[in-house]
């Protein structure tokens, strides 16, 4: 069964740095885009950053680009996003996500709070 995990989130200041894991088994994982999304509290999911499966990567959001960084190591199964220069609001569960036909699949999320 597709399975997706989050993992790295915590409690930063300001300007602080993270990187998120997102691991993956269930599917042959070097054949799939890996997109990161957010969701802040009272808002809607948001595309933030993607990665296909050839490593091209981009960031969808004007308001990380320069600061996120996409990345993935297939022979581990498992994709990264590098946040540097935090801002409080980046604050929010961040999810990976993979699209295979008409199915969705989402890890659990894990949390990144910005704060002073």
């Known amino acids: 069964q597709v399975q997706l995990v989050e993992s790295g989130g915590g409690l930063v200041q300001p300007g602080g740095s993270l990187r998120l894991s997102c691991r993956a088994s269930g599917f042959t994982f070097s054949s799939y885009a890996i997109m990161w999304y957010r969701q802040a509290p009272g808002r809607e999911r948001e595309l933030v950053a993607f990665?296909?499966?050839?490593?091209?990567?981009?960031n969808y959001l004007d308001s990380v680009k320069g600061r996120f960084t996409c990345s993935r190591d297939n022979a581990k199964n498992t994709a990264y996003l590098q946040m540097n220069t935090l801002k409080p609001e980046d604050t929010a569960v961040y999810y990976c996500?993979?699209?295979?036909?008409?199915?969705?699949?989402w890890g659990q999320g894990t949390q990144v709070i910005v704060s002073s």
């Open positions: 990665i296909t499966s050839a490593g091209a990567v981009a």
């Open positions: 996500n993979i699209r295979s036909g008409s199915y969705r699949y």
